[in-house]
């Protein structure tokens, strides 16, 4: 299975860099000086999925079947690491 990092920045919703190399990922959020967190995700299987695959979650009502529930899915589960920010400024 192939799988990125994708790094989302503490205020954002959306991610400002997917990698495939953890070592790249953590060597550029380093040298920007960024605080957000860098996750690793499975590519070609939804999250959903993946997580349920894994016995990470087991969804226990019809909320946990919905297109909004799975569209809005993370999971705790995944490989992940919280970076913290030294702020070089370009």
């Not at 991610?15 to 190399?21: K, N, Y």
């Not at 060597?27 to 000086?33: D, L, R």
Request: charge should be negative.
């Amino acid at each position: 299975m192939v799988d990125v990092w994708v790094f989302n920045g503490n205020s954002s919703r959306f991610p400002s860099a997917i990698f495939v190399s953890k070592d790249k990922a953590m060597q550029w959020a380093s040298e920007k000086g960024l605080a957000g967190t860098l996750t690793k995700y499975p590519v070609d299987i939804p999250l959903y999925d993946y997580a349920i695959e894994n016995g990470w979650f087991k969804p226990k009502s019809e909320k946990h079947c919905s297109s909004e529930f799975i569209g809005n899915f993370s999971s705790a589960s995944q490989d992940h690491i919280h970076i913290g920010s030294e702020d070089p400024s370009c």
